[in-house]
């Protein structure tokens, strides 16, 4: 089983940027890697994924151009860089592994096996 943890988050001003890493160990299959939000009464939603051997990227429509996911070459940290934040990017940020080749372009959480703890990013003045 895979252990994820996810230092970081804070606060940024609209307009900001913001880098969040998430850090993978233990062992297992990884075929997939996502960065989920969720906020208070509201679904997860899914923001972006990045296949295991990172040549594949997918972004959701709210994120696009705005974010960008990455993972580093020994394929422990997963990297979600955020850009012209908005004020309601603001909740609690979640990296995500799907174990068991589930994931298949659409954003269901049902399909990642392992969650980070989340973290909570603030967007505001």
């Known amino acids: 089983q895979v252990q994820l943890v996810e230092p970081g988050g804070g606060l940024v001003r609209p307009g900001g940027a913001l880098n969040l890493t998430c850090t993978a160990s233990?062992?297992?299959?990884?075929?997939?890697i996502g960065w989920f939000r969720q906020a208070p009464g509201t679904e997860r939603e899914g923001l972006a994924v990045?296949?295991?051997?990172?040549?594949?990227?997918h972004y959701a429509d709210s994120v696009n151009g705005r974010f960008t996911i990455s993972r580093d070459s020994v394929r422990t940290k997963i990297y979600l860089q955020m850009s012209s934040l908005r004020p309601e990017d603001t909740t609690v940020y979640y990296c995500?592994?799907?174990?068991?080749?589930?994931?298949?372009?659409?954003?269901?959480?049902?399909?990642?096996?392992?969650w980070g703890q989340g973290t909570q990013v603030t967007v505001s003045l």
């Open positions: 995500a592994i799907d174990q068991a080749g589930l994931y298949d372009t659409v954003f269901n959480p049902a399909d990642f096996d392992s």
């Open positions: 233990g062992s297992g299959d990884v075929f997939a």
């Open positions: 990045i296949s295991s051997s990172a040549d594949s990227t």
